[in-house]
């Protein structure tokens, strides 16, 4: 990668942060471009240079979120742990994500809301992926006999669903710190295969 595109990745990574930050606040409908051009001291059209839409911007942020998610998870499934630990730290790293990318999480509950064409179908692929690597983990600790016989994909919905909802009620006012709830679910959704 030459100087200038790490240059202009680096501006569209500052972009994203800030559109998330405006996101936040504001909630996806309400938020502009020129909300999240004044956050970053810019002009509109400067922020159109990067990004096409708001859309666009919001789709790159929330594909990265995903991508990362999924190379952790395969990092995960690579390693020599039990059935159990192996889900275990998987439920750890997904709950971290997704009280640390609060905002991204958030807007990719209901993608059908934000995205449109091929962006939807992109989300929808890369959560697919997700979904069948976390159903692979489960499989593997019912096949060694670590699990109970469970309906995985009844069982997978609740387990994601679960770990997803916490964008709705984490505060980072709790008395949990991130690393203490995110293992504290874990344990709890474990019980269900157990």
Not at 26 to 41: F, P
Not at 51 to 67: G, P
Not at 138 to 158: A, L, P, R, T, W
Request: aromatic share 8%; charged share 25%; net charge negative.
């Amino acid at each position: 990668m030459s100087l200038r595109e790490k240059k202009v990745e680096r501006k569209k990574e500052e972009i994203r942060k800030s559109a998330m930050s405006v996101i936040a606040e504001k909630g996806y409908h309400a938020t502009t471009m020129e909300d999240i051009a004044a956050k970053l001291l810019m002009t509109k059209g400067s922020v159109y240079y990067y990004f096409k839409d708001k859309e666009s911007l919001v789709y790159e942020s929330h594909k990265l979120l995903l991508e990362q998610s999924m190379e952790q998870l395969q990092n995960v499934l690579a390693e020599e742990l039990t059935s159990v630990a192996k889900l275990r730290k998987a439920m750890v790293v997904h709950m971290e994500n997704v009280i640390t990318g609060r905002t991204d999480f958030f807007i990719g509950v209901k993608p059908d809301q934000v995205f449109e064409g091929e962006h939807l179908q992109e989300i929808l692929h890369l959560r697919n992926q997700y979904s069948d690597c976390m159903n692979r983990l489960i499989q593997q600790g019912m096949e060694d006999g670590s699990f109970v016989q469970v309906d995985m994909k009844i069982v997978n919905y609740i387990i994601l669903g679960a770990m997803n909802n916490a964008v709705i009620w984490y505060s980072p006012k709790g008395s949990k710190s991130i690393e203490e709830l995110a293992n504290s679910i874990a344990d709890y959704l474990l019980k269900i295969l157990l």
